[in-house]
């Protein structure tokens, strides 16, 4: 009783220290916490299991977490008692430098980044000074474009960089939710990004080394509906890897991904040379690209081969992908990505002209609609073939009317009739004495029209049932159209009644000369059988 006595209270501060981390993360509501807190009242000894602490088990036995968020409740607890300065809200991302918090500066009272360096990294003493160093240089600094930096330091072997947290998407989640984003919203943010890293390389002489989409980050307003807002602000943030001019990095064939993104990576990063702005310039110039056509300027299976695209490959024309770049925008991600570091934008200031000329050229255009698609989606309309080639030679002089459905039907049922009274009355006209009949002229046209455009359309055997030898006159423009029945005389089916009444052939003798030429060939083939 007294065992339990002791740790009662222990658990229930333990509980309320990360219930925040708890409601932050929507892991469970109000009345799930009431819950668990009363019954943290007669919490029962229970042997710990996979290395959790008793209030991670307790709350896995409750049902309020599950074991995923209990280990993530545990790494966060004992990260808090390290940073005495900060209150650790919940675990907003992680890489390759470590971990990253959203938390509370206590000093302060501000929303914070908390970024712990990992483990691995923490050991190396070289990357701890120089981290320490060129953390401490950026503090203090401020400019609109660069996520200010609020303390750095280390505490019992922890160390950790707290920066201003922006609560808005970054380019990666922009690129992820459209694909491509605008030409003039692509240049306005690389404008700003650039004055942000000119800012920090004139203050302190460092550079960024790690120039990708997931490093900017998007502050919005919310007061503009638009998509694409005029008013975003663009924060670099994550310096991490940041380091002073001049300095050549030996380390970088061996740690690999850990100092800077293949993807963005200018050619003499690779190779491990001693670096200046033109470097990040490089990799602001891949992050353009990448902005305005939706995929990085060079793609490989590996890091070891996209490295050395950057290194030896020509620069992709963007314009493949999205035509209706202006050339001034191609110009200058040419210049930016130039292998020759020489030949690429000096400075940060001929860069931001060079956004700044573009982005003029393209307020001054009535569109600036992006396009998505290498090619414009253009969907062929079907075309009609003529029924005839009548149709096709057509005098201009006198265009036709092209007949409904119900008009046709009713020209071939027109010359049907006709054809089967010629052969009720046993007339015999011929074609140069057609049977005369006064018609309404619009009528003759419409009918010599419709006949003379469905015929080709007609299958070969109606026209069979419909044609004998005698014929009937056929004149383009001026036909004699043929007598027609009135209702009461028309059959249900002019072709299928009246022509299953007609004998058809001549009779029995037909098969009967089948079966002779049967019985001859089946006695041929016994003769050589035998």
Not at 39 to 45: A, N, Q, R, V
Not at 480 to 486: A, G, K, Q, Y
Request: hydrophobic share 40%; charged share 20%.
């Amino acid at each position: 009783m007294t065992d339990q006595a002791t740790h009662q209270p222990t658990l229930i501060t333990q509980f309320e220290n990360v219930l925040p981390t708890i409601l932050a993360c929507g892991w469970a509501n109000q009345a799930q916490i009431d819950r668990v807190r009363t019954s943290l009242m007669t919490f029962p000894e229970l042997p710990l299991t996979g290395g959790r602490s008793r209030l991670a088990q307790f709350l896995i036995d409750s049902k309020l977490l599950s074991r995923e968020q209990a280990t993530e409740i545990d790494l966060l607890a004992s990260t808090q008692r390290h940073l005495s300065n900060f209150k650790l809200l919940k675990k907003i991302g992680s890489g390759g430098m470590g971990i990253v918090y959203l938390a509370t500066h206590l000093p302060s009272g501000r929303t914070c980044a908390l970024k712990t360096l990992n483990a691995r990294l923490a050991e190396d003493s070289d990357f701890v000074n120089r981290f320490q160093r060129e953390t401490k240089a950026i503090v203090g600094i401020k400019h609109a474009n660069i996520a200010e930096v609020i303390e750095s330091g280390e505490r019992d072997g922890h160390f950790y960089l707290a920066m201003e947290h922006i609560d808005g998407p970054s380019l990666m989640t922009l690129l992820k939710d459209y694909r491509a984003l605008p030409e003039l919203y692509a240049l306005r943010i690389t404008r700003q990004v650039a004055e942000g890293l000119s800012h920090v390389y004139a203050q302190s002489g460092l550079i960024h080394r790690d120039i990708k989409p997931e490093n900017v980050l998007i502050l919005r307003s919310h007061s503009s509906g638009a998509m694409f807002p005029d008013d975003d602000v663009a924060k670099l943030i994550d310096f991490g890897l940041a380091k002073a001019t001049g300095e050549k990095d030996e380390r970088l064939t061996q740690t690999g991904m850990t100092i800077g993104t293949p993807l963005y990576m200018s050619p003499e990063q690779v190779r491990g040379e001693t670096l200046d702005c033109r470097s990040d310039i490089y990799g602001l110039g891949a992050t353009l690209y990448h902005l305005l056509t939706g995929t990085t300027p060079f793609v490989g299976s590996s890091p070891g081969t996209i490295m050395s695209a950057h290194l030896t490959e020509p620069i992709p024309d963007p314009t493949l992908k999205v035509p209706s770049l202006n050339t001034l925008t191609t110009s200058l991600i040419s210049m930016a990505m130039t292998k020759d570091v020489d030949k690429r934008f000096l400075t940060y200031e001929a860069l931001i002209n060079a956004c700044t000329e573009a982005i003029d050229a393209l307020a001054g255009q009535t569109t600036s609609a992006p396009q998505f698609l290498r090619k414009p989606l253009v969907l062929k309309t079907a075309v009609k073939k003529p029924i005839t080639d009548r149709m096709q030679k057509n005098p201009a002089s006198e265009p036709l009317d092209i007949p409904s459905q119900e008009q046709q039907r009713e020209a071939i049922s027109t010359r049907i009739r006709a054809k089967h009274q010629d052969m009720r009355s046993g007339a015999s006209a011929s074609p140069s004495a057609p049977v005369p009949v006064t018609v309404d002229v619009k009528q003759e046209t419409s009918v010599t029209r419709a006949v003379s455009r469905v015929h080709a359309a007609i299958p070969a055997p109606v026209l069979a049932v419909a044609s004998t030898q005698d014929e009937i006159p056929f004149r383009r423009k001026h036909l004699t159209p043929l007598p027609i029945l009135p209702p009461a005389q028309t059959p249900s089916s002019l072709v299928l009644d009246e022509e299953a009444r007609r004998a058809v052939g001549t009779g029995a003798m037909p098969w009967v000369l089948l079966g002779f030429a049967i019985a001859a060939l089946a006695a041929y083939v016994i003769f050589l059988r035998s």
